[in-house]
Nanobody
Framework: QVRLVESGGGLVQAGGSLRLSCAAS????????MGWYRQAPGKQRSLVAA???????NYTDSVKGRFTISRDNAKNTVYLQMNSLKPEDTAVYYC????????WGQGTQVTVSS
């Protein structure tokens, strides 16, 4: 069992930055692939960025070059550094472990004003 708790969301102007954190409970964090998803009103939840247990990463096209996912296995934490934010990045961001059928956090709101 893994419990995920996100933090770091908030309101920011376009062009600004935020860093999301996801703290995981349990002692098996390092074996899981981790991901950040987002869901805007009226839209489906979609993958933003993912990182394998070995540190390999992938990003949805719309955030490439602006967002960076990283993990600290010693701290059981995964991060999402978001730069050059755009209004279309506004969504609830969810932390995930072990894929869509795995574990989810409660979500953190990110709002980007124009």
């Amino acid at each position: 069992q893994v419990r995920l708790v996100e933090s770091g969301g908030g309101l920011v102007q376009a062009g600004g930055s935020l860093r999301l954190s996801c703290a995981a409970s349990g002692d098996r964090f390092s074996i899981y692939a981790m991901g950040w998803y987002r869901q805007a009103p009226g839209k489906q939840r979609s993958l933003v960025a993912a990182i394998t247990r070995g540190g390999g990463t992938n990003y949805t096209d719309s955030v490439k070059g602006r967002f960076t996912i990283s993990r600290d296995n010693a701290k059981n934490t995964v991060y999402l550094q978001m730069n050059s934010l755009k209004p279309e990045d506004t969504a609830v961001y969810y932390c995930n472990a072990a894929g869509r059928l795995g574990y989810w956090g409660q979500g953190t709101q990110v709002t980007v004003s124009s």
